[in-house]
Structure formats: structure tokens, C-alpha cells
């Protein structure tokens, strides 16, 4: 089973998180893709930009942060942060 939990914050305070579950074959950067996707359309928001940033700290901790700068349009908090919490 792979979970990848997501939280959003605004100073410094969780205001809503969720846990999403995938029990495919796909590829990992595939459930996360998908669990991110899921995630948003639950929260409302646009897909974030993965940027460089995003990208080796997911690599190096199974988590990262998208503020604003990942958002095309404007957001109502100042960050989402998604977490890997279960992997297969």
C-alpha cells in the first residue's frame, strides 16, 4: 500500500490534511502523481508547479512544501506540504 498524506498550513497551523491510498502497479512517481491529483480536486486547487526545490527535497525526505511560487493561481494559505508515509 503507498499513503501519501497531505496538510495545509497557514501560520503555522494545520488547517486541513488528508491521507491518500493507492494499491496499484503502477510506478511510484506515478501514485504520486495520481495522489496528488486526487488531493487537489478534494482541496480545490490548481495542480502545483513542481519545481527544482520540490523536486530533491522529495527525493532527499519523502516530503516537500508548495507555496505560492507553485500555483499559478492565488492560494488561501501559505503552504501544502505532502508527505510519503507508506510505500509498498
Given at each position: 500500500?503507498?499513503?501519501?498524506?497531505?496538510?495545509?498550513?497557514?501560520?503555522?497551523?494545520?488547517?486541513?490534511?488528508?491521507?491518500?491510498?493507492?494499491?496499484?502497479d503502477d510506478?511510484?512517481?506515478?501514485?504520486?502523481?495520481?495522489?496528488?491529483?486526487?488531493?487537489?480536486?478534494?482541496?480545490?486547487?490548481?495542480?502545483?508547479?513542481?519545481?527544482?526545490?520540490?523536486?530533491?527535497?522529495?527525493?532527499?525526505?519523502?516530503?516537500?512544501?508548495?507555496t505560492q511560487?507553485n500555483f499559478?493561481?492565488?492560494?488561501?494559505?501559505?503552504?501544502?506540504?505532502?508527505?510519503?508515509?507508506?510505500?509498498?
Amino acid at each position: 500500500m503507498f499513503r501519501l498524506w497531505a496538510k495545509v498550513f497557514e501560520n503555522n497551523h494545520m488547517l486541513r490534511d488528508l491521507c491518500v491510498g493507492n494499491d496499484s502497479d503502477d510506478t511510484r512517481t506515478h501514485k504520486i502523481f495520481r495522489a496528488l491529483e486526487e488531493i487537489c480536486v478534494r482541496f480545490d486547487l490548481s495542480s502545483p508547479i513542481w519545481l527544482d526545490k520540490n523536486i530533491s527535497e522529495f527525493k532527499r525526505h519523502n516530503k516537500t512544501r508548495f507555496t505560492q511560487d507553485n500555483f499559478i493561481e492565488s492560494i488561501d494559505f501559505d503552504y501544502l506540504e505532502i508527505q510519503v508515509i507508506e510505500e509498498d
